[in-house]
Nanobody, 125 residues
């Protein structure tokens, strides 16, 4: 069964950086596009970024363009989300999930599967 595990969250001051990791076990991650999503308290889950299986195609939400970078290392079966210039409004639980098509379903959460437990990101002074 496809299952992903997120890590790397934490507490950071505004303007700081974090790198999130999304790791897979028991299957080959390069066969799937991977999306990063986030959900703040009282808000719907929203798409943040997506990367195709080969890494040749990426998508970003307008709110994170120029600040976040998605990448993948298929040899390590891991996808990363580098988050720079963090803002308080980036505070949320961040999740990764998989899609069989090359990010064609992004940013619709219901089209993704293999959700992990999430990792909390808190941006606060």
């Amino acid at each position: 069964q496809l299952q992903l595990v997120e890590s790397g969250g934490g507490l950071v001051q505004p303007g700081g950086s974090l790198r999130l990791s999304c790791a897979a076990s028991g299957f080959t991650l390069e066969h799937y596009a991977i999306g990063w999503f986030r959900q703040a308290p009282g808000k719907e889950r929203e798409g943040v970024s997506c990367i195709s299986g080969s890494g040749g195609s990426t998508n970003y939400a307008d709110s994170v363009k120029g600040r976040f970078t998605i990448s993948r290392d298929n040899a390590k079966n891991t996808v990363y989300l580098q988050m720079n210039s963090l803002k308080p409004e980036d505070t949320a639980v961040y999740y990764c999930a998989a899609e069989a098509l090359p990010c064609l379903g992004f940013p619709v959460p219901s089209l993704y599967y293999g959700w992990g437990q999430g990792t909390q990101v808190t941006v606060s002074s």
